[in-house]
């Protein structure tokens, strides 16, 4: 992110939510927007967000993390991974789900993970 950016990715017990201010000093010109919070249903899919973990933030205000999942269809697909701004919610990659090339299925989501996006919206893992 670069320096000064106004916009900051804030994971709050149960809520992931994004937060700014025109001047870091200035924290009474903080605004904070909740994106998701625990218990909202997911987009695309059966069940609801559990827990959030990995944020990471571009430098156009998207934010990309890791999420745990209740009230799924089955066991092997309680996790995934989401991208979302103050207009919009989208799941990238889920547990379970089949592979782009037919492939195989993606797997569990390892917990300390490191998550990356650019602001093309690509995003890596890493361990953390």
Do not use: W
């Not at 069940?47 to 934010?63: E, I, Y």
């Not at 989208?90 to 547990?95: A, F, H, L």
């Not at 789900?97 to 989501?109: H, K, L, M, R």
């Not at 919206?121 to 890493?126: A, D, K, N, V, W």
């Amino acid at each position: 992110m670069k320096a000064g950016h106004p916009v900051r990715a804030l994971l709050l017990t149960g809520a992931l939510a994004l937060g700014g201010a025109t001047e870091p000093a200035r924290s009474a010109e903080a605004t904070i927007t909740v994106l998701v919070t625990s218990g909202t249903p997911i987009p695309d899919g059966t069940g609801r967000f559990a827990q959030f973990l990995s944020p990471t933030l571009n430098d156009l205000g998207k934010v990309a993390f890791f999420a745990t999942l209740d009230g799924t269809t089955s066991p092997g697909d309680n996790e995934g991974i989401y991208l979302g701004d103050t207009n919009a919610l989208v799941q990238i990659v889920r547990e379970g789900q089949a592979a782009p090339d037919g492939n195989g299925f993606f797997g569990t989501f390892s917990p300390g993970t490191i998550l990356a996006i650019n602001n093309s919206c690509s995003m890596t893992t890493g361990a953390g």
